[in-house]
């Protein structure tokens, strides 16, 4: 870009396209003014995220803005809608209990995919926001797990939600960049002892076990076991495919597919690295699953608002959930909720009820941009 006066022209443009709309902060006019630049300089890596609004975009500004490089790992993470299309009045089927094991121990295959959507969570396509990330930041999802587990009682008959567990995971702009990751598998408890079976491992720089302390590795490999849905880049170009491929590697598990798949969408979007763009994919693919149920109006356990999507257990017992952001669609927290009263039996040998309706486990998922690695804020 060699024309003279240029700067002014890109300014002038960036006046143009925000002239009904009310008056932009000094941030958001930088933020975009360098997106458009970096289009008309031809640089997408250089883009940086507009503030998520509504808009009437002109062509150059809209290709700017739906830059995402996920090939090479760098991620320009954009904004979105933030006016999410609320639950309408369109009519879903009646979602139908997981079937259970055939006579013969197997299990009954996923049924084909539909021509269409079979649940609201189409809605969350296409929307959403993410928060502005630029080179050399680092987003640092914090997690926050509650298990269930035997209430501290003289009597200790009473089951709870106790041993709380802390994640937080710093993820670079680059995703092919160093990741770091602190768990503590109970805040409340000191770390566990040293066994032979568990020394601490190579990526490991403190703790002296493999089961709690801070692990550093390239692209997140720490977590990793080798199956394309745990990487983002593997995704297919659209939800509909993504749910055709899963579909068809659950009905070749010797488990049950229904469950198999609750499991790979759960652990998908509870990791809080996807961006706007691949967690469209993923809710599109959702859309599909004949057996997931939307439930509106609930709360994180630390107060927020969200949606949650879930999926029923086979046996009636369990119900498996992910709470998004109506919002940024952001997943901010998971849990699983009893069906029914369910015998338990703790180490201590006594029989205890989990009650119907009771959340036997409980994850908040909360995001924050910082400046380095390690840092929290």
Known sequence: MTEQNWEERVDAAVRTVRADQPAMTDSARTAAKARLTAAMRGEP?????LAPRRARWVPLVAAAAAVVV?????????????????????????VPPIPGRNTDGSYPPLPPVSDVPLNSAERFVGHGSDL???????????????????????????????NEQLRQEWIPFDRADEWQRSFDRDVNRPAPARTERNQASPDQISGTTASEGTYIAPRGDYRKTGYWYENPVSFPANGRQLYERLREEA???????????TYVFEAMLSRGDLTRDQRSVVFQALSYFPYLRVTEDVSTRDGRAAVAI???????????????????????????????DAPLNPKGGAVIEAKTGSVVEETTITYQVVGQRGATR
Do not use: C
């Open 251 to 261: 009905n070749t598990m010797g488990a049950g597919p229904a469950e198999f798949l």
């Open 45 to 49: 890596e250089a883009v940086v995220p």
């Open 310 to 340: 879930g999926v029923d257990d086979s046996p009636g017992y369990l119900r498996s959930e992910v709470l998004v952001d109506p919002a940024t669609t952001q997943v901010i927290g998971t849990r699983k909720i009893a069906l029914r």
């Open 132 to 162: 502005p990330q630029g080179p050399g930041q680092y987003l640092l999802a914090t997690t926050r797990t509650w298990l269930h587990g035997q209430v501290e009682t003289p009597e200790r008959l009473e089951m709870g939600l106790g």
């Open 70 to 94: 996920v090939g090479t790992g760098v991620v320009a993470l954009t904004g979105g809608d933030d006016n999410l299309t609320p639950a309408s009045g369109k009519a879903y089927p009646e």
